[in-house]
């Protein structure tokens, strides 16, 4: 069993104002994004101005913000929303769901590439690759802040949590953080070094992000108020299962 480093999940704190690890895994994840997506802009759709890709890469943050968290609002906390609707607003609680997010983004580029004129599925196509580096430091941000453990096990790289009892657990922060992180940005940057149909690279990552959250759920803590649902599955396999058939559409509908 190994020891869980004991993190500070705040990382700086002056008066009330508190930097905390999970925000600026965040900020770091658009720092470096945005010069990966001018490096990509410049490859493979050279029309499209620098200025234009600043401009979605905020709509894109609004999206992952207010996305994120409604998603976790509605899709794990249904019951609590309707007698406290007032806690959609309180973001300092924590709470971010990925699919939530993900429609988020998806419907805010979805707007702005119709203002602009430009394809939807070919602009995702140029943004997808980055966003698994985004997933690599999110979960490496739940890591430190040692949430969303996995269930119990005795395997020699199992971690007792702060909060999660006295059982050593699977690390599954970490586990996605390496499919759902560096495997799938592997996998994405190597496929998208030529352009491809438009919606292959985001189907590719549907698929990817779809099978690696569903294998790493069977080891993930289920949500304590939810536990399993129908079929013995968690809400985020059910969750990611049309992602996976989304993105086999989009991969297969140019083959013949």
């Keep these: 069993m190994l020891t869980f480093p004991q993190f500070d999940p705040v990382l700086v704190q002056v008066g009330p104002l508190a930097i905390r690890w999970y925000g600026l895994m965040y900020t770091i994840s658009f720092l470096l994004g945005w010069p990966l997506l001018k490096l990509r802009g410049r490859r493979h ?18 999206g992952v913000v207010l996305g994120g968290r409604l998603g976790y609002v509605f899709f794990y906390q249904t019951s609590l929303v309707f007698h406290d609707p007032l806690m959609v607003l309180r ?85 996605e953080s390496l499919l759902e992180g560096l495997v799938l940005l592997g996998v994405l940057w190597w496929l998208g070094r030529i352009r491809r149909p438009p919606g292959f690279l985001l189907g590719v990552f549907f698929i990817g992000y779809g099978a690696c959250r569903f294998l790493v759920e069977f080891v993930r803590e289920p949500d304590a108020h939810l536990g399993l649902l129908t079929l013995g599955l968690t809400m985020g396999q059910w969750l990611t299962l049309p992602m996976f058939l989304i993105g086999a559409w989009l991969v297969l509908r140019h083959r013949t």
Excluded: K
Excluded at 45 to 53: A, D, G
């Design 45 to 62: 759709m050279p029309e499209v101005s620098v200025e234009v890709l600043g401009d979605l890469l905020i709509w894109i943050l609004a």
């Design 91 to 175: 973001v300092w609680e924590g709470g971010m769901s990925f699919h939530g997010g993900l429609a988020g983004v998806l419907l805010a580029s979805g707007i702005y590439c119709r203002r602009q004129g430009l394809s939807l599925l070919a602009m995702a196509d140029l943004v997808i690759p980055i966003v698994p580096l985004g997933l690599f430091l999110g979960r490496i941000g739940n890591f430190i802040n040692g949430e969303l453990w996995g269930r119990a096990t005795d395997l020699p790289w199992a971690m007792v949590f702060p909060g999660a009892g006295p059982l050593p657990r699977h690390p599954s922060q970490l586990y």
